[in-house]
């Protein structure tokens, strides 16, 4: 089956500690996102990466970092200098630029213990 | 930023009645996009439609732009519980930025 997964669906983080979330697509699309979402609220962009290593930062991106190694492969890491980390993450691709369709992963619960 | 922002944030209709959602942007558009969102799942890309296009229609959907009051709406006929689900506009600006609204809850009830 073609798709984007993202593991694991909940993830817990305690205080101070660097977490890693995955997300991996076998459509063979060039861009991949990052979106954070809140309660009730829409998506914001945290990153993207068009082509693999590159990537660059979207409208939240302090206290995240990410790579982009392989086209397949989109990792998140949520850092301790991101201070309110609870949230839903969901990650995307496309065929092209970022305006284009966008196809989205499961998505990861983020929760602090 | 530009940002589309739904109308209502919250819809609930009766089974086999027709929603109809409306989304306003602020800038111009490349195209508009309509996603659904399912509670804790990942949003599902339904009907993108250019900014050159007024109308588009897939299945039980049908979509409308008005360039001239930066407005689109979604409408879904005939609806079913399994309709259910929030229902996100998202606009691409000439930055070619996708950038999302708040979304509107609707609920189908049987």
């Known amino acids: 089956d073609g798709g984007i997964t993202q593991s694991p669906k909940y993830l817990f983080r305690k205080e101070g500690q660097n977490v890693t979330l995955s997300c991996e697509q076998n459509?063979?699309?060039?861009?991949m996102y990052w979106y954070r979402q809140d309660p009730g609220q829409g998506l914001r962009l945290i990153y993207y990466?068009?082509?693999?290593?590159?990537?660059q930062k979207g409208d939240i991106a302090e206290g995240y970092s990410v790579s982009r190694e392989k086209k397949e492969s989109f990792p998140l890491t949520v850092t301790s200098a991101q201070k309110n980390p609870t949230a839903f993450y969901l990650c995307?691709?496309?065929?092209?630029?970022?305006?284009?369709?966008?196809?989205f992963g499961p998505g990861t619960r983020l929760l602090v213990l | 930023s530009q940002q589309g922002e739904e109308d209502p944030q919250a819809l609930s209709i009766q089974e086999g009645e027709n929603a109809t959602m409306n989304c306003s942007y602020k800038t111009s558009i490349n195209n508009l996009q309509w996603y659904r969102q399912n509670s804790g799942r990942g949003l599902v890309h339904l009907i993108l439609i250019r900014s050159n296009e007024r109308e588009k229609h897939s299945g039980r959907l049908r979509v409308t732009l008005d360039t001239s009051k930066k407005s689109s709406s979604l409408l879904i006929t005939a609806s079913r519980a399994a309709d259910t689900a929030s229902y996100f506009c998202?606009?691409?600006?000439?930055?070619?930025?996708?950038?999302f609204g708040q979304g509107t809850r609707l609920t189908i009830n049987p």
């Open positions: 459509l063979n699309h060039d861009a």
């Open positions: 995307a691709s496309s065929w092209g630029p970022q305006g284009e369709t966008q196809y």
């Open positions: 990466s068009q082509i693999v290593n590159d990537f």
């Open positions: 998202a606009t691409d600006d000439k930055a070619q930025k996708l950038v």
